[in-house]
């Protein structure tokens, strides 16, 4: 069973930076594609970032391009997610999520971390 943990939420100012971590347990976090998604209040869960198993490749959302950066580290299984000049749209809960290679949708979940940004 594929485990994810988020940590790293919190209130910021607008224009701060927060880091968000995500540990996942389990031997085979190196074959799977990693994303993170939020979900504002009110609003549908949504795509925010993910990076390929070896880091050769990373997406990103629109809305966060050029302020947001996703890597891993395959020897600590976690993935990171720096997320630089704040706005106060960017508050949500955001989670983790994990895809096996070569399939499409994400069948594993974190419970969710808590980001706040002040105007």
């Known amino acids: 069973q594929v485990q994810l943990v988020e940590s790293g939420g919190g209130l910021v100012q607008a224009g701060g930076s927060l880091r968000l971590s995500c540990a996942v347990s389990?031997?085979?976090?190196?074959?799977?594609?990693m994303g993170w998604f939020r979900q504002a209040p009110g609003k549908e869960r949504e795509f925010v970032s993910s990076?390929?198993?070896?880091?050769?490749?990373?997406d990103y959302a629109d809305s966060v391009k050029d302020r947001f950066t996703i890597s891993r580290d395959n020897a600590k299984n976690t993935v990171y997610l720096q997320m630089n000049s704040l706005k106060p749209d960017d508050t949500a809960v955001y989670y983790c999520?994990?895809?096996?290679?070569?399939?499409?949708?994400?069948?594993?979940w974190g419970q969710g971390t808590q980001v706040t940004v002040s105007s």
């Open positions: 389990g031997r085979t976090f190196s074959r799977y594609t």
């Open positions: 999520a994990a895809r096996p290679v070569g399939v499409v949708r994400y069948p594993y």
């Open positions: 990076v390929s198993w070896n880091s050769g490749s990373t």
